[in-house]
């Protein structure tokens, strides 16, 4: 993007790009493509389509399904009427699917193949919801998105958009047992982009050259956010339906990928992959991964394997992705900053607090937070929980406990609060605690997160069953595979007589996790 064309929104940067890029290709999918042109044309005609189904500027509306172009289309489409985009975890369960959907007051549902038959059971609990719209067919009592998005004109909407307003709403997983919804804006994807222009890093530095691998789930930052920022660079995106690892092999040696981000659990996927020793990486630049720390056996094997440079990255849905970054240089084997996260990406202030709020010295351990331009705006419908995270100084308490070198490196080493990181996805004990406490015969039971040589973290229950009553491992898990995403369901069980409190009542997690942890550097993996 040049000066005189820097855009204040993302409806801008879809325009700009039309303009700059128009015959060039914005995304490959599963042998579709899309200019840029086509790609201004089909936004403009969904905008269009949203406001003749009767969505206001500012409503929702929400997705369920898998990566496509098409969601992109839906997302930039929502975007240029101000209305905004909530894709939904397709891993979650009807249940919590239902509330994600009713809790944004989404108008329309976009749904994919996959759920088509899922959504008809779940209708009925989605009594907010005023039209269904299928992104690939498979549903004849509802419409498809071509038709209905091919029976509107592609010139522009002209809605007129600030760069304060939402642009995505993507749902976290809840402490207390709800997802909630962070409001990112259009100010919020554009901070760092502009921030970190005069003096961006070789790797994070785009050419219109580029290929981009877009595998993670859209329903994440690492998704969307992704595919956001290859449009800004005017790179080609070439889309994953889903992760597959011999999949993404593919992409690698027919696309010609140059850069991808990943998560650990994914890398690990791919690289022990026997093809991956055959494949020629030699186009690959950069590979960018985080949502969870990596074993350091496991970056040493890619780092053998892929050949290109690595780049750590640290961030959160609610700071709109990756704040903090370790970049190529600084992967040494055996230099002290290879453990760390990296440091803090120009535009971006860490600081390290102890419980009262005081900024804490080079080495001592405290909550991170974290002010920037790409904090959230706040969850929706949920002020207080917004005033719990981000102060009136617009500093974002992120729950993670660390501390910084002297040269202002960041280094995690646990989490204040209990979340637990399986496979890139954040599950909060609470969740789970709720779903096997509805089994008839559990007296109580805390959930903890154990070391996991695949997913870097584990779900595991510690239940106390009723007086006279027994239960299987297989049994809680079953029942609470009803009620819960299959990545949230515990994966062991262990049964003890009574859980550990302390004076006054309170469960002692940390009792229960750290003996899974013995031996470990840091209580994350």
Known sequence: MSELSEPNTLAEVVRAQAEARGDEIVFEFEGRITTFAQFDAHTNQIAHALKASGVQPRERVAYLGKNSDIYFELLLGAIKANVVMAPVNWRLAGPEIAFIVEDCKAAILFVGPEFVDQVRGLKDQLPGVRHIITTEGGAPEWTDVAKWRDAQPKDDP????????????????????????????????LSLVRAGKDST??????????????????????????????????????VAREFDPTKVLDFFEHAKITKLF??????????RQPRAREID?????????GASPIPAALLKECIEVFKCGFVQMYGMTETTGTIVALPPEDHVEGLERMRSAGKALPGVELAILDPDGNRLPPRQVGEIATRSGSNMVGYWNLPEATKRTIDGDNWLRTGDAGYMDED????????????????????????????????????????????????????????????????????????????????????SIDFIPALPRNASGKILRRNLRDPYWTGKDRQVN
Not at 158 to 185: C, E, F, N, R, W
Not at 281 to 289: A, D, G, Q
Not at 467 to 485: C, H, M, N, V, Y
């Open 281 to 289: 990486f030699s186009r690959l630049k950069y590979m960018l991964y």
């Open 158 to 189: 002209q809605v007129q958009i600030d760069p304060a307003d939402i642009a995505i709403q993507l749902y976290t997983s809840g402490t207390t047992g709800k997802p909630k919804g962070a409001m990112l804006s259009h100010a919020n994807f």
């Open 262 to 271: 990943m998560v650990p659990a994914a890398m690990q996927f791919v690289v």
């Open 408 to 491: 202002g490196y960041l280094y995690i080493h646990d989490r204040i609060k209990d979340m637990i990181i399986s496979g890139g996805e954040n599950i909060y004990p609470a969740e789970v605690e709720s779903a096997i406490c509805d089994h008839p015969d559990v007296a109580e039971v805390a959930v903890v997160g154990v070391p996991d040589d695949q997913w870097g973290e584990a779900v595991k229950a510690v239940v106390v069953m009723k007086p006279g009553k027994e239960a299987t491992s297989q049994d809680i898990i079953s029942f609470t595979r009803s009620r819960i995403a299959g990545y949230k369901t515990p994966k």
């Open 201 to 238: 890093p070789e790797w994070n530095k785009w050419s219109t050259d580029d290929v981009s691998l877009v595998a993670m789930p859209v329903f994440h930052i690492g998704g969307s956010g992704w595919g956001v920022i290859g449009i800004y660079h005017g790179a080609k995106g070439v």
